[in-house]
């Protein structure tokens, strides 16, 4: 982008801001609409909050979002609050007025809907609320004002869970919130009702890197839950949601809350309605940037698969030869698929494959079959799973790699020459189309190969 003297500030105070992913939310959107503006992260302290909200407004910034630990102390700095995040008492988006700074809860509007979009009803419902920090504080305003029949608010410290009860209850003016101690959570089986409950995980506890805690470990109270919504994008699947699948019952993360309240900020500061393919078109990029897996596409004897299990070990992610997960999917070879069912069995084993690899991993890497591309659903999933990363190279470099190999179904018979060359001509624009960066590998050493990956992977397309 180009920084001039027309270019606007926006930006993030918080304390750590360093793995913040708002940058991706509100630069890829002041790209979209050409606005002159860029977001920065600023690493704001607790004694220098104060300091840091007046400079940004005397240095005309033009809006701000403010993370932990400042959504509380920031109120006190601000012109105005809205009504909303006055009842929740925490601010987190900051809106350049007149008169100063106002305060707004975009993280409850986020969270709001995401609960929408998944098409979870809350209305007359029986809610639970695993958490009392600031971030519950959201969820409970939220539930309220959905209309939710009671909401139980469960936190290891039943202070904080009380106060956010009688504050809600006050603002809503009726006794919809009930606080309870997180260690009774069993007493909710007396007053379950039929649906179960929609439940809410926010609390830090299973955050990135301690991916297998989860509040409540006990599988019984899963039974109880009709939906489970946890807070944490990191990691994209957490432990809460798995306990909430593994009773059967739906589950997802908190990536399209924060989606959400990015937008709605990037509304409120620019006057804009974002469009739902434009947030969908960044909901993509966030996920790829939270799941940070790798598929690797190409033809067959291009390397995708040594490449990646040496990739796979130097970033600690797992590895996933799809031709292998298809395998153990079948309980027979490539070979025997093809023979016995054909190649178009084949290739819908592919789609399911690709499609649990898209819904469940994360850092992993993926070495794709050499046809899988081809089917544009497919191509679609992979973007969806991880950056596509195609691994080049020229029809005799096949040739001499696959000399010796009998195992490729697609090069059984006839000359193995003119047979590659044909399939590589049919599938190389395909490959082009579905990488986000092409890597040529013709002569290059399986080390220069990840070392070009990674610097890809950090510095962005290659192409
Ligand atoms: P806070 O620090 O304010 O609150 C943490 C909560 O976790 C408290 O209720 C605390 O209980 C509880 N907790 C912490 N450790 C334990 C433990 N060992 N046992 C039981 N309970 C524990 O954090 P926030 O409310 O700001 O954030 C909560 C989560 O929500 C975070 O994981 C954050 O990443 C996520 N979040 C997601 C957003 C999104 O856009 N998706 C937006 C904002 C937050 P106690 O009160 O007893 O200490």
Not at 37 to 47: A, D, E, I, L, M
Not at 323 to 341: P, R
């Amino acid at each position: 982008m180009m920084i001039d003297g027309h270019t606007r500030v926006l930006g993030l105070l918080g304390d750590p801001v360093e793995h913040t992913l708002s940058p991706v939310i509100h630069n890829e959107l002041c790209r979209k609409y050409g606005m002159n503006g860029v977001y920065v992260p600023f690493h704001t302290r607790k004694g220098d909050l104060k300091e840091a909200v007046f400079g940004a407004y005397a240095m005309n910034i033009l809006g701000l979002n403010v993370t932990v630990p400042h959504k509380n102390e920031v109120i006190q700095y601000l012109a105005d609050i809205d009504e909303g995040a006055a009842a929740i008492g925490a601010v987190n988006t900051l809106v350049r007025t007149d008169g100063g700074f106002v305060g707004y809860n975009t993280d409850m509007m986020g969270l709001s809907r995401e609960v929408d979009y998944y098409g979870i009803e809350l209305k007359d419902k029986c809610a639970v609320i695993l958490g009392a920090g600031g971030a519950a504080r959201a969820v409970a305003f939220m539930c309220m004002n959905k209309g939710a029949k009671t909401v139980y608010i469960l936190n290891r410290t039943l202070e904080k869970a009380q106060k956010i009860a009688d504050d809600m209850n006050s603002h809503f003016g009726r006794e919809g919130m009930k606080a309870m101690r997180l260690c009774d959570y069993m007493s909710l089986c007396e007053v379950k009702p039929e649906e179960g409950y929609v439940v809410f995980q926010s609390t830090s506890i299973g955050l990135s890197p301690n991916v297998d805690d989860v509040v409540i470990e006990d599988e019984s109270f899963y039974d109880l839950v009709s939906v489970g919504v946890d807070l944490i994008y990191m990691p994209y699947e957490t432990r809460f949601m798995r306990l909430c699948r593994k009773a059967g019952k739906a589950a997802y993360n908190g990536l399209r809350m924060l989606l959400y309240q990015g937008i709605v900020a990037y509304e409120l500061w620019n006057d804009v309605r974002v469009d739902d393919k434009l947030a969908e078109s960044i909901y993509g990029s966030l996920e790829r940037a939270v799941r940070k897996n790798v598929v690797l596409i190409g033809f067959m004897g291009s390397g995708k698969s040594t490449v990646g299990r040496a990739l796979a070990k130097k970033l600690d992610f797992d590895f996933v030869d799809m031709d292998e997960y298809i395998e153990n999917m079948e309980g027979c070879s490539v070979s025997e698929i093809f023979s016995k069912n054909g190649e178009e069995y084949f290739r819908e084993l592919e789609t399911v494959a690709i499609e649990e690899l898209s819904r469940m991993s994360s850092h992993t890497v993926i070495a794709t079959g050499g046809g899988a591309p081809m089917r544009t659903e497919n191509a679609q999933l992979m973007k969806k799973t991880g950056r596509v990363i195609y691994l080049r190279t020229t029809p005799a470099e096949v040739v001499r790699r696959l000399s010796g190999d009998t195992g490729r179904p697609l090069l059984a018979g006839g000359d193995v020459q003119s047979r590659v060359s044909e399939l590589m001509e049919q599938r190389s624009l395909r490959y082009e189309s579905a990488a986000d960066d092409i890597i040529d590998v013709t002569g290059v050493s399986v080390g220069d190969i990840m070392a070009k990956i990674q610097e890809v992977l950090e510095n962005g397309r290659e192409q």
